[in-house]
């Protein structure tokens, strides 16, 4: 008798092979009774809030899009105030001077932190003299440049 194919829509079975399977598939009766099997769960979901799937509306998404819009919006207004930035709006001059303090504040306190820091081997390391030269430190006026040394 050969294989069947049961069609779970349209509760019904019949020969299976290419010509058959492809006449139902695209068939007016198949196509309806398969939406319908999807309208039956359109609108409820067993799962609730655990569901990994979004059950928004339309209206619901544009309100949602809305109040993420708002909140960038005034994300950027918090940071630009934190900046001393009127917007667009601030003249170049004010924006260079801030710049300007800025990068000497850094340059300053980076001079301080290079001279106060001293590098220190993690702890649980072996000692020093056991280490590879590749992990030892370099010695304060740095390495010596051998001019005999071939790189290759």
Not at 35 to 41: E, I, L, P
Not at 123 to 141: E, M, N, T, V
Request: glycine fraction near 8%.
């Amino acid at each position: 008798m050969g294989k069947r194919y049961f069609c779970d829509y349209c509760d019904r079975s019949f020969q299976d092979n290419l010509h058959n399977r492809k006449k139902h598939l695209n068939g007016v009766q198949h196509l309806r009774a398969k939406k319908g099997w999807f309208d039956r769960f359109r609108g409820q979901c067993d799962f609730g809030s655990n569901c990994r799937f979004s059950h928004l509306t339309e209206r619901d998404l544009e309100r949602l899009s809305a109040q993420v819009h708002e909140e960038r919006r005034s994300r950027e207004q918090q940071l630009q105030q934190l900046d001393g930035t009127d917007g667009p709006e601030a003249g170049i001059e004010e924006w260079l001077e801030r710049r300007a303090l800025r990068l000497n504040a850094a340059q300053s306190s980076g001079a301080l932190s290079a001279k106060s820091s001293v590098f220190q081997y993690p702890p649980g390391w072996p000692p020093i003299q056991d280490l590879p030269p590749s992990l030892r430190a370099p010695p304060p006026g740095g390495w010596a440049l051998q001019s005999s040394a071939q790189w290759g």
